[in-house]
């Protein structure tokens, strides 16, 4: 019994030893089919997490992780090996023997089935390790950043001063201040310097730019450092950390004060690895105070570069002048004192004077208007002043208004213009026209230099004052400093004392701004002359019962920003006197039916209020508004509410989301000449747009600017009465700038032919579009009707059938921006090298330009930009040659008006 037992187990470990190796020869089919499917699941895993890394690459400035590349390599590899593995197995499977059940070289099969089981193995292992987290990781900040510039004049010397004081590697020059009077042009100088590293081989990781400004703020220095790195704790310990390891250069304009730079972060000892400080400022003795190891005095111009920048300044007028005007310019230019602000600023003031009498009044005014003040306001006041006194009255007042805000202050022009007209500057006319003179305004005080462009605040042009404009606007404000207590500008807790809040009594004008809290939600402050109130971007929670009780006077009140209130404050209703009312981004979701009260109100915002708004039934309607705004933000009884927008009898400036069909459609045929943007949301109708000849039967969106569609079926067709002609010299969205589809059912946007201004396009995620522009618009009506030719930027992607942006020839602006992403059948772009008459630059993926269909001996210039944003001229035909053999880059291909070679 034993021995049985014995032969029995040795029997069964003999075949146990002998099953798997007698499986690999028997099982062969079944283990190939079995890897089969999971090689099939594995591909499946590949494309998903391939399509996955490549959207979010596409949407935002990230990168793969190296795990991911790791697992998508290998995925690769192993796909390769499987394909081969299932070569040999299906030919073995052709060779068999005793009725085609066993192969007829067993050793071969056992070794192709031990093969194949091993690839399963490895293939469960791939599909386990594809739980990798995320995917991307953010990309690393660009080293430097360009900053805005105006040519400039006689700054040459004091840049390559500078300049050599930067690249010396000794540790004697690790701090260097810049000083000089305002307005000599210190900051010009500073943004030169930063945009000479773009060019240059400096050998620094980041260059970073900071404002400081007059009022200290520690906490805004540490945040912007920490934007510019790209790091989420901005606390002073982790900018050390990272600092420490860095070779940076840290640019910081407009310093009052000394700075304690390790409160904020930056480690002086880590300046030992050859990290450099560069520090503007007006007074000397800050240099001083800062330890700066070289200095350099920024110094008004030579003559000679003064009376050129003045020349430059006023332009034509000066160049077939009589000698006498001539004489009395190089007279203006002394008086100035060779200051480049002031030669700028009274420059463009007589740009347009060619009266002798006109030259001797500006050059007497400059003489001969004494005043009191300290010497910086004789010097510098007094000319800048000049400039304010040319403009008309209207416009003045517009000045004035911009010292509403702190200094350094982006002001989004869109803004300024509405809060202009809430403050009744612009007088009493179509809302539209009041918005043209606005911007008319805006554009003659850019010119002016009394304002300059800003940085872009979320995607919107902004306007900013020089910090001497802005003291010299805040000087005029308070009447020539008689009267301090008519406009405040409140900018942190420390300014919220006891003595500053008794000083509202007699304000006008009050804006308080930043982190505050503090008396504002204590004692109802007494303000029985306060016309205009400014609460922004606060930390403001609530305002006390009886805030608003002593000011009968306000005709404009700002709230926005203040995302911790919630509840509206029903004492505003009693505000009879109120024109101007702005809760955008805070928290309020209701507005009381007591809002009927304010039967002044002109202008309404509720913009980027995240919670469904709820306006009681009537309000609307009963509010005499010039301007209603709720963009970004959605309504509660939307069909209502553009019901009773609808029934108004007077023109308004109406921006509005909304995602109903039949508010969708209520808009169009109603309000189309009162939408100035509007978004769309998972709606779905058809428009009929009627081109005539007569203005009854005739629709135009004449002030419509902006459009987003998102998620809608939409249907728009263009009806021709007889006698029209071309369809394109018709142009039904004439102010249309902006465009943005998404996720939407258009056959094509051919409708566009219409917006002759369109300046951004962006096209996204479309499973049908095979055209932008449909075949049904001819060649020679689109190059009359010039379609494109404002174009600024252009983003289309993930649209996997488009073929083409257009059919025929396109002229694009000089500078435009095209960005494509995973659009695979997209060969070709509507221009050639004959017809690239400006300079643009397309931006796409190295798959898709591999396949780009265009005259291979076109001169483009092709930057590479993982060698640093290196540039070079060749034909195209060399760059496709050239891109082959790069495996790691982010391409752009700047095509020039040279056309192609010889």
Not at 104 to 116: E, F, H, I, Q
Not at 282 to 309: H, Y
Not at 394 to 423: K, N, S, V
Request: a negative charge; hydrophobic letters at 40%; glycine letters at 6%.
């Amino acid at each position: 019994m034993d021995f049985a037992n014995s032969l029995l187990q040795l029997v069964s470990n003999l075949w146990g030893l002998a099953s798997k190796p007698l499986g690999y020869i028997c099982d062969l089919k079944d283990i190939v089919e079995a890897l089969k499917k999971e090689t099939r699941d594995l591909e499946a895993m590949n494309e998903d997490v391939k399509a996955t890394v490549e959207r979010e690459e596409a949407e935002a400035r990230v990168r793969r992780t190296n795990q991911v590349k790791n697992w998508l390599d290998e995925v690769q590899v192993f796909i390769g090996g499987v394909d081969q593995v299932l070569q040999d197995a299906g030919e073995r499977d052709q060779i068999k023997c005793l009725a085609r059940r066993l192969p007829r070289n067993c050793w071969s099969s056992y070794k192709l089935g031990k093969k194949v089981d091993q690839l399963l193995n490895e293939a469960g292992k791939l599909q386990r390790k594809r739980e990798l987290g995320n995917y991307t990781s953010p990309l690393p900040p660009p080293s430097v950043i360009p900053m805005p510039v105006d040519d400039t004049m006689g700054l040459d010397m004091s840049l390559n001063k500078v300049w050599k004081w930067l690249m010396d590697r000794e540790k004697k020059n690790r701090v260097i201040g810049l000083y000089g009077t305002g307005g000599v042009g210190k900051t010009t100088l500073m943004k030169r310097i930063n945009n000479k590293f773009l060019s240059a081989n400096h050998g620094f990781e980041v260059v970073i730019w900071v404002v400081v400004s007059k009022q200290l703020n520690e906490d805004n220095i540490r945040h912007a450092i920490g934007e510019r790195l790209n790091i989420q704790d901005k606390s002073v310990h982790s900018l050390l950390e990272v600092l420490t390891h860095k070779k940076f250069v840290l640019l910081i304009d407009d310093v009052w004060e000394w700075l304690d730079l390790s409160k904020i972060g930056v480690p002086r000892a880590g300046l030992e690895n050859g990290s450099k400080i560069v520090l503007t400022t007006r007074l000397m003795q800050v240099c001083d105070q800062m330890n700066a190891d070289q200095k350099c005095e920024v110094q008004c111009l030579m003559p000679e570069e003064a009376l050129t920048l003045f020349k430059q300044s006023v332009g034509k007028v000066l160049e077939n002048c009589p000698q006498k005007i001539q004489d009395l310019a190089e007279d203006i230019v002394v008086e100035c004192n060779r200051l480049p602000l002031a030669l700028i600023t009274v420059g463009r003031a007589m740009a347009s004077k060619n009266d002798l009498c006109d030259w001797r009044h500006a050059l007497t005014t400059l003489r001969h208007k004494p005043h009191e003040l300290e010497d910086m306001v004789e010097k510098v006041f007094n000319i800048l002043k000049f400039s304010y006194d040319s403009l008309d009255g209207a416009t003045q007042a517009c000045f004035l208004y911009c010292c509403h805000f702190p200094e350094d202050y982006h002001i989004i022009a869109d803004e300024l213009i509405e809060l202009w007209i809430g403050e009744g500057l612009l007088g009493n006319t179509n809302i539209y026209d009041m918005r043209d003179q606005g911007a008319s305004i805006l554009g003659n005080l850019k010119r002016a230099c009394l304002l300059e462009s800003g940085l872009y605040s979320l995607g919107q042009p902004t306007v900013k004052m020089h910090d001497i404009i802005h003291d010299m606007a805040t000087w005029i404000a308070r009447d020539h400093g008689q009267k301090e207590n008519k406009l405040l500008v409140i900018e942190n807790e420390e300014d919220m004392s006891m003595e500053m809040m008794s000083k509202l009594v007699k304000a006008e004008k009050v804006s308080l701004c930043g982190e505050l809290t503090g008396n504002i939600n204590q004692t109802p402050p007494m303000c029985s002359q306060l016309e205009t109130l400014f609460v922004r971007k606060t930390n403001v929670g609530f305002l006390p019962r009886g805030f608003f009780k002593s000011m009968a006077c306000l005709k404009v009140l700002d709230l926005s920003g203040n995302t911790n209130i919630k509840l509206f404050p029903e004492e505003i209703c009693d505000l009879i006197n109120l024109w101007y009312l702005n809760i955008s981004d805070t928290c309020i979701s209701e507005l009381p039916k007591e809002i009927k009260n304010l039967t002044r109100l002109r202008s309404l915002l509720l913009n980027g209020i995240s919670n469904n708004v709820l306006i009681p039934t009537g309000v609307i309607a009963s509010l005499p508004l010039n301007v209603f705004s709720m963009w970004e933000s959605g309504l509660e009884k939307e069909e209502e509410v553009v019901e009773e927008l609808g029934g108004m009898h007077k023109m308004i400036d109406l921006s509005i989301v909304v995602y109903k069909s039949s508010s969708a459609l209520k808009i169009f045929q109603s309000l189309h000449n009162c939408i100035r943007r509007v978004k769309i949301m998972d709606c779905e109708f058809s428009m009929c747009i009627p081109i005539s000849h007569s203005l009854k039967e005739r629709v135009e969106f004449l002030h419509l600017e902006v459009l987003y569609l998102q998620r809608c079926s939409m249907h728009v067709k263009m009806e021709i009465t007889q006698g029209m002609g071309r369809v394109c010299n018709y142009s039904c969205f004439p102010s249309l700038i902006e465009v943005s589809v998404e996720r939407c059912g258009f056959s094509d946007l051919s409708w566009l032919v219409h917006a002759p201004k369109l300046q951004k396009l962006k096209v996204w995620s479309y499973d049908s579009i095979e055209k932008i522009i449909g075949d049904g618009i001819a060649g020679e009506e689109l190059a009359t009707s010039r379609l494109f030719s404002h174009l600024e930027f252009l983003n289309i992607g993930f649209l996997s059938k488009l073929r083409s942006i257009c059919g025929h020839t396109l002229f694009f602006t000089r500078g435009a921006n095209i960005n494509i992403y995973i659009c695979p059948s997209l060969k070709k772009l509507p221009w050639d090298s004959s017809n690239a008459r400006e300079s643009f630059s397309v931006n796409g993926s190295k798959g898709w330009w591999a396949g780009f269909e265009w005259d291979p001996t076109a001169r483009v210039t092709f930057q590479w930009r993982d060698e640093g944003s290196v540039e070079e001229e060749m034909t195209f035909g060399e760059a496709v040659r050239k891109m082959n053999d790069k495996s790691n880059w982010n391409p752009t291909i700047g095509f020039r008006p040279s056309g192609p070679s010889e």
